[in-house]
């Protein structure tokens, strides 16, 4: 009996063993830290501010560094301490607020890799950010390739009672911010969103109207509730357009973005890529965007800071695993969390809303969400019917056309190579004799 009680917990243990799943790979999306505005409102320009419109802050670059640096800790056993490009891979859309925001990133993720670097090389150690080097305006930026669908799709939401509810309350206040911002054509709800940008970034530092490090410049509306009624229509906005309900819309943005995390995990599972942790800067809408995906609440505005995951297993059956969530950690490095009014905390996982009563997901789970990539292109009218697809990076184009170029000019050289060989005479004819003369 004794003997039977030993053999019974040693397999309960082995057991338990083989059934605690194995982190083979991550993969995040990331939002760029808070920049200074782009978009001004006429009659409060706030001239300091906007020296370097649309630029990183000191905020934002510690945003990101302490996402690298939270990343690191969370991942640890992962990423380990040093960099290297076999296992890391950074990637960002090509822009300079995003490119600045992945460098700052690399920093936190390797934080003593870096300082080390310094240390013994007496000069600063850079990450490799890839931008151009793979299908950047699909993978990251769907909906802009896919606008017009989109925006077709989008067109009845402006029909809808909830909508025009919006639209008549807003009527009279958005008349009173255009006269009072000195906007030469009027606000309205769907474009609300530039107009409130300079109010949310300056919010979004700490600043109010009466503090802020501007010299006394006027930089806010006058009426707090002004300021703060310009926020809430933009955020309320980006939550009509970004309903989980919206499972078209949803498609056409997120496909392609889908199906590069699935491909690149397929990749490090099969052991045909030894990528361990990757990363994709982009901007708000890579946020909202996977988050409408997994059928979370949308919370109008991703926080600077946070960040979608996917985590890869490889379960005991040999299997693959997925597991996938949002997390904000702006309320850690920022004076303002502008999710904090929605239902949204730090490490939600969202993989049940996609794979009800399963603890992870498979790949093929994640592919039925989406259109293929070739199916996407056709439904967004980037190629018709007919024509045949491909999915090459554009930089990749740029690759392959220089080989073709190569390759025929080698091919012509080998034909012109054979054709001389049979012209010559056979050795020992005359052309021989020729050569004893």
Known sequence: MIVCALISLVVMHDTSVRNAPKLIQVITTCRHGIRSNENMIPSLKCPTWNSAPAQITPLGAKQNYELGKHLSQKYSSLIGN????????????????????????????????????????????????????????????????????????????????????????????????????????????????????????????????????FDGEKCFYEN???????????????IMNNAPELVEISKLQNSPFINEVVSQMKLAFTKNSSREFIMYMGDNGNILGPVQWAKGKSHGRAS???????????????????????????TTVSPIDFSASFSYTDGEDLTKNICPG??????????????????????????????????????????????????AVAVVAAIIFAICCCMRKPSGSKSGEMGNM
């Not at 199916?375 to 045949?388: I, N, Q, R, S």
């Not at 990749?396 to 220089?402: C, D, E, N």
Request: one cysteine or more; a negative charge; aromatic letters at 14%.
């Open 82 to 213: 040093t960099y290297n490009f076999k296992k890391h891979l950074i990637r960002s859309t090509n822009t300079n607020k995003c490119l600045s925001s992945a460098q700052d990133f690399a920093q936190g993720l390797f934080e003593q890799y870096a300082t080390d670097y310094k240390t013994n090389h007496s000069i600063a150690w850079y990450a490799p950010i890839e931008s151009d080097t793979f299908a950047i305006d699909y993978v990251m930026e769907g909906e802009q390739a896919c606008n017009k669908q989109i925006s077709t799709l989008r067109a009845p939401l402006r029909e809808t009672e909830e909508f025009k509810t919006k639209l008549a309350e807003s009527k009279a206040f958005f008349a009173e911010v255009t006269t009072e911002g000195g906007f030469t054509s009027g606000i309205t709800l769907p474009t609300v969103g530039r107009a409130a940008e300079q109010i949310i970034l300056l919010t979004g530092h700490g600043y109010t109207k009466d503090n802020n490090p």
């Open 224 to 238: 707090d509730e002004t300021n703060n009624k310009l926020v809430q229509y933009a955020t309320e906005n980006n």
């Open 304 to 330: 600077f800071g946070g960040y979608f995951y996917f985590e890869l297993y490889q379960m005991d059956d040999n299997t693959e695993g997925v597991k996938f969530g949002y997390y904000n950690l702006t």
């Open 358 to 407: 399963k603890e992870y997901c498979t790949f093929n789970d994640l592919v039925s969400t989406v259109y293929t990539n070739d199916e996407w292109m056709k439904v967004c009218g980037l190629v018709t019917e007919d024509e045949p697809v491909t999915t090459w990076p554009k930089a990749a184009i740029g690759t392959v056309i220089p080989l073709a170029v190569c390759l």
